[in-house]
């Protein structure tokens, strides 16, 4: 779902970028990627950012989950399935990936 504002967006002065996955439309209703920057614009961090847009995603209906990343670099996510593939590597850290929601990429 590669469009600008609901499946993915990227923003310097807000602080995150985010990657999702999920139910197209109702992403595209609620502008969840955009919103997320603009919680963390806003003071939130970005996993209190990520639960909170995609608990409105399921509250219209729609359901999936996404990947935030802060200005460190460091991931977060939200999901309200059974699972999303995701990943995580970094210089300093070994490759993590995680399916289920109770998995963390934390190393």
Request: proline residues 5%; hydrophobic residues 40%.
């Amino acid at each position: 779902m590669p469009v600008i504002g609901a499946g993915t967006y990227a923003s310097n002065a807000d602080g995150c970028a985010v990657s999702a996955t999920g139910a197209g439309e109702y992403f595209i209703r609620a502008t969840v990627a955009r919103d997320i920057c603009h919680r963390t614009a806003a003071g939130a961090d970005v996993r209190t950012a990520a639960e909170a847009e995609i608990a409105d995603v399921e509250s219209i209906g729609g359901d999936g989950g996404v990947i935030v990343m802060d200005p460190d670099g460091t991931p977060a996510f939200a999901m309200n399935t059974s699972g999303m593939y995701r990943g995580a590597v970094s210089a300093d850290a070994p490759a993590r990936v995680a399916i289920y929601g109770d998995e963390e990429l934390r190393p």
